[in-house]
C-alpha cells in the first residue's frame, strides 16, 4: 500500500513565472541603486558619503542575489541566471570592500571594480532578460 506521505514533486515553473520572478527581483535592486545613487549625487560627496554608497549598493545587491537565487530556475535559463549571479556576486564583493575603504585611491581602485562587475552583470542580466521574453535595459540595470 502505497504511504500517504508521498510528495508530490514541484512543477516546473513557466517561462512567464520565471520572467515575473525575475523581474521583481530586478526591479528592487534597480530602483534601490537608483536612490542611493540619487542621495550620493545630493551629498557633499566626501568619502563617507561615497562610503554609504558603496554600502547602499552592496546591500542592494546582496538581496538581489539572495532573490534571485530562490527562484526554481530550470533549462537554459538556469545557465543565464548563474552567469547572472557570478557578475553579481563580483559587484557585491566589490562595493562591500568600496564601502570599508579609508582612502579615495582604496575606494576608488574597489569602485571601478563593482563598474566592472556591473558592466559584465548588465550584459549577462540582458541575455537572460531576452531568454525570459523581458526587453532588456541599459548599463546599470539588470
Known sequence: M???NLATPALTPTVAQ??????????????ANDAAIATWQKSARTL?????????CASAELAFLRAVQKIPWSGDSGNLARRVLTHDNQRYVS???AMESGTWVDFDVDWSQ???ANTAG???????RIALGLPPVPQMGR
Do not use: G
Open 2 to 4: 502505497p504511504s500517504a
Open 18 to 31: 520565471l520572467a515575473a520572478a525575475y523581474l521583481e527581483a530586478a526591479t528592487s535592486v534597480n530602483r
Open 48 to 56: 563617507i558619503d561615497a562610503t554609504r554608497l558603496a554600502q547602499a
Open 95 to 97: 562595493c562591500r570592500s
Open 114 to 116: 563593482a563598474d566592472t
Open 122 to 128: 548588465s550584459v549577462a542580466a540582458n541575455e537572460l
